[in-house]
């Protein structure tokens, strides 16, 4: 597979127009690439002495709209021993939906019309049941029959006294740790006696990280609010075409640390071209 690739700044303008490794320090995306091997400054030797703490982010991006790279793993890994110590952040959190019907015990029969975007629409539909148990469970089979959505689950919850049926749809595993589009919900082909069915969907939980834009910090030893460190490296299960991912990167200088050369770090992701 050809190299899809990109590391490139973030930048906490918003403008995506950043060059500068020492103003990578979060926001939106930039449009022009790492360049050279540094995004950290030399340690100086005050800092050597006394110790210091430094963030910067950066995003990988799939620049592919039709190659998804499968299996994939980002991770980080020190040059050089005894040196400053180094560790990824990331704001991980599973995305979670609720689609509501109002007046479903109005409803007959039919099935629902549902969209699910991503680089194209994925329309599939599901059938009515009575039951919010078994119509949750046509939701989530339906569902699972998009590529990357196998792991979904959905489950109905019915409020008698709102006569509101609730989908509580879970983006987990495989289709965890990413932002994903609303799904559309069309209640017009349920048949019904009464008053008429109407649907809508809300996002209870924002997926992250990929596809997220994320905090900018105002200076460099400021810690980013949300994101969590520690992590060496991380599944991104199937990074898909045109994919884009905030990567906070953490140094860690401890008090007496001696200056080392090439005391960097290397950030890779590897992954498979094929399923």
């Not at 989530?140 to 509580?168: C, M, R």
Request: net charge negative; proline share 4%; aromatic share 10%.
């Amino acid at each position: 597979m050809e190299n899809i690739l990109s590391f490139v700044y973030s930048d906490p303008t918003g403008l995506g127009t950043n060059t500068d490794p020492k103003k990578s320090l979060g926001g939106v995306p930039s449009v022009n690439p790492i360049q050279g091997t540094n995004i950290f400054d030399n340690v100086t030797s005050e800092q050597a002495t006394s110790g210091v703490v430094q963030y910067r982010c950066i995003y990988v991006t799939n620049d592919s709209s039709l190659n998804n790279v499968y299996d994939a793993n980002l991770y980080i890994s020190e040059d050089v021993a005894l040196g400053s110590d180094i560790d990824l952040g990331f704001k991980i959190v599973d995305e979670r939906q609720i689609v509501q019907i109002i007046n479903f015990s109005t409803v007959t029969g039919g099935y629902l019309d549902v969209t699910y975007t991503r680089e194209t629409a994925y329309p599939f539909t599901v059938a009515y049941d009575s039951s919010a148990t078994t119509f949750a469970d046509n939701f989530e089979s339906a569902i699972n029959a998009i590529d990357g959505l196998e792991d979904v689950t959905v489950t109905g919850t019915y409020n008698a006294g709102f006569d509101i049926l609730y989908f509580q749809i879970d983006f987990v595993l495989s289709a965890g740790k990413r932002h994903h589009e609303l799904l559309t919900v069309d209640s017009s082909n349920l048949t019904y006696t009464g008053s008429y069915p109407t649907s809508s969907t809300t996002r209870d939980v924002a997926g992250s990280p990929i596809n997220t834009e994320t905090v900018e910090i105002d200076f460099e030893t400021t810690p980013p609010n949300s994101v969590v460190f520690g992590f060496s490296t991380i599944s991104l299960n199937t990074f898909r075409g045109l994919d884009v991912i905030p990567v906070w990167i953490r140094r860690k200088v401890s008090s007496g640390t001696t200056a080392l050369k090439d005391d960097g770090f290397t950030l890779k992701i590897k992954g498979n071209s094929i399923p």
